[in-house]
DNA sequence: CCTTATATAGAACATTCGTTCTATTGTCAA
DNA sequence: TTGACAATAGAACGAATGTTCTATATAAGG
């Protein structure tokens, strides 16, 4: 009834404590982890693994992951026909943050209401990311105050005069008579559906 | 011109490094990092920033972040008005791999091709996170296999009947007449915008 | 000037780290 | 049974860890 240990199963088990504790374990904790009684045994079984290249090590000698061993796989498109997972093309995105959030510090979520950017895709309770200080381009959905009312809208250059418009035909173009306060560039859309 | 070091600074330069490392530098290393000639410096910074609540020790007395420390803001409604930083309610979400992929091993992404479920939000191009082996409510958005062919749709029971129907009315509704193989359930939408 | 508090430096320390070695156990085939 | 090999155990070790101590430099206030 002993459950073998595995190349796989080693990295679960070290991928699930990287998640919960955010950082590698230990060789000592590997013991409790992994089930075994010995650091040897850790040392066998780490090295496996970065044969296997799940881990390495980096310039300091220090365990990490690789990128494959995070990566949630990417695989084609829909249409492209239906991924087996020997096929899975392992994309580069090592995580969600990085790939989403490319300025930590000037970045900030926000939860959409209304549906004045249903044409665009972004829907009531989305998910934004928002960009500060970033000056948008022809066309990027901004979030802007106008007459004294935040809105998220797209950015638009009539010759000299900068216009706001929604993608929803039943909200006016807006045309910003004095001022117009930006907040931020839309850089992303989450959606997360209830589960 | 020497730059003083405060707790946002220190902050800041540990958490560039936690993000280019994905771990926790070493007291030694941090020497470098903060500028600094000697280990009991840095852990006086150390201190400063544990007792800010930017910083703690886990169980076994490893420096981990706080989930504040890693938060991108999460902020009020658009129409709720503009954030000032004072006010920002930091939200609860420690990442967006934490948020948006809650089972690791049964998920994958897939980038999305064709307008089928452009009513739902979902455009071309976008990124879907699929979950494997779950079994969709009505009105879910599913991965599916009919006539050989992968797409995306909705899915619907009528009476004992399912049926696929798309998001989009220029598509017609499927019933499928034999076997239904099920891709997975899409779990979270997601866009980003190039910059 | 002197006093006080803050920030930094450098050294010392016990503890823990990852590594490596030898020895033992288990498994499977011959 | 025997041999061969993989997996595990346990001990030993130097190196690195985080902590704590004392001492020095800097700035501000009286």
Redesign the interface.
């Known amino acids: 009834m002993k459950e073998k240990r595995t190349i796989q199963s080693v990295q ?1 088990l070290i ?1 699930a404590f990287f ?1 919960a ?4 374990p230990s060789y000592a ?1 590997m013991i409790d982890i992994l089930g075994v009684r010995s650091k040897s045994v850790v040392n066998f079984w780490i090295n496996k693994l970065i044969d296997a290249g799940i881990l390495e090590k ?1 310039g ?1 000698g ?1 365990l ?2 690789t990128k494959r061993a995070f990566a ?12 087996s997972p020997e096929e ?1 093309s392992l ?1 580069d ?1 090592m ?8 300025k ?2 000037a ?8 549906d004045s950017m ?1 044409g665009e ?3 009531e309770g ?2 934004v ?1 928002v960009e500060k200080g970033r000056q948008p381009k022809n066309g ?2 901004v ?1 802007a ?1 106008v007459d004294g ?4 809208k797209y950015f638009k250059r009539q010759g000299k005069q900068i216009v706001l418009e929604a993608a929803n035909p039943k909200y006016p173009l807006i045309k910003p008579k004095t001022e117009l306060r930006l ?1 931020g560039v ?8 209830h ?1």
């Open positions: 679960k991928v998640r504790s955010r950082r590698m904790e980096d300091k220090r990490t992951f949630v796989p990417k695989v084609g498109s829909v249409q492209a026909g239906f991924p899975e994309c995105i995580s969600m943050d990085e790939y989403l959030v490319t930590p510090d970045s900030f979520l926000l939860q959409v209401s209304g249903i895709g972004i829907l989305d998910l990311i990027d959905v979030i105050e009312e935040w809105t998220m907040g839309v850089t992303a859309v989450i959606r997360k559906y589960q």
